[in-house]
């Protein structure tokens, strides 16, 4: 669960501005899970970045959240970026631990990063090719 959910207003704003690297697993009908995600230009690097992602909790576990990153890093990839970031909470070391398995490492932190004045840790993982 969401500290600090967005609001239907920048769902829709993630997803018009950032169509095609917005993932939504379903099954049987239900929200499985979601991944909304855009693109960053510095001028010297282009790479993805991980703005919200979530799996319903009937629906952790089971596979669904590694497929929706694998998914959007396959979309990053084809579009020549060379990374995706991401912010973490400092303390949700569950969701630290599933991005560290998936191969993404520790960058730097941010001093009161989150609504709540929590840190965040951001975690970059380099597509080889």
């Known amino acids: 669960m969401f500290v600090d959910p967005w609001d239907e207003k920048t769902f829709r704003e993630s997803l018009a501005y950032y169509p095609e690297t917005f993932f939504v697993a379903r099954s049987n ?9 855009g ?7 282009f790479y993805g970045h991980i703005m919200n992602f979530a799996v319903a909790p009937e629906y952790r576990r089971r596979g669904v959240g590694q497929h929706l990153i694998r998914r959007l890093e396959q979309e990053f990839a084809l579009v020549g970026a060379s990374g995706v970031q991401l912010e973490v ?6 969701a630290q631990e ?32």
């Open 89 to 94: 909470r400092i303390s949700n070391t569950g």
């Open 39 to 45: 693109l960053e230009d510095t001028g010297e690097e």
């Open 98 to 129: 599933f991005y560290r398995r998936l191969g993404y490492r520790e960058v730097f932190q941010i001093a009161s990063y989150y609504a709540n004045d929590e840190d965040a840790l951001v975690m970059m993982k380099w597509f080889r090719f």
């Open 29 to 37: 009908g239900d929200i499985a899970g979601f991944v909304a995600a």
